[in-house]
């Protein structure tokens, strides 16, 4: 029963990733608008992410933290550099922009850890699964709203990154199985991945999202860009 109830909470973890789908709902200027928001919100969420959820959890627990997000902040430039040239010769005017990939590549990892938490959790007892999944689901819902809003400024179709979006959420469900198979052996490869995942953030947050939201020119916009900002960290910290 405690594998089974593990599947059932990565699964429902895995769905949030579809809550995007809610644009849908509106037309291509109001949705043109949500973007704007969710640049706004996904660049602190995902800083919020990295120093208040990913870092302070691991950060006394191993000596190697740091050079680990700096390792993950050089692979992320480095893998942003590649796709430019591979797939984006255009320069401003390519139709997709690299930072989808990143984003994927990351929350794909993210979510998978995320998974691997709530299997382990399962394993040691129902109820403590139970808390680890929530906290998971608190965390991942302003985190996934922020992803969608990534995936749609870089390009991609509203279909196209619900579905990229479902299938990085996916990743928990395996890391759940593998979590719960594996659970002694989860804290020590955590370790090593969590500082990578932060890293990653980081880039995308500082090196992609902010220097968007400096783009706008107009007071009004630019104000609200700021306080959805600090709105998207200050979720991260009440969570």
Known sequence: ?????????????????????ISLLFTTSVVENIIFILISFAAGTL??????HILPEIVEKSEVTFYYVVLGFIVFFILEKYLYWRH???????ELHPVSY??????????????M?????????????IVST???ILHEIPQELGDFGILLYSGLSVKKAILYNFLSGLASVIGAILGYVMSDRIHTLSLYLLPLVAGGFIYVSCCDL???????????????SLVIFLLGIGFMSIL
């Open 117 to 129: 938490f709530i299997g382990a959790s399962f394993f040691i007892d129902v109820k403590i699964g």
């Open 102 to 115: 990143l984003n994927i590549l990351g929350d794909t990892i993210h979510n998978f850890i995320d998974g």
């Open 88 to 94: 984006c010769h255009k320069g401003e005017n390519c």
């Open 1 to 21: 029963m405690k594998f089974f109830y593990t599947l059932i909470a990565s699964i429902i973890v895995s769905l949030l990733s579809l809550i995007g789908a």
């Open 134 to 136: 929530i906290a998971v």
């Open 47 to 52: 800083i919020g992410a990295s120093f208040l």
């Open 210 to 224: 902010i220097p968007e939201l400096h783009r706008e020119r107009n007071l009004t916009r630019s104000l609200i």
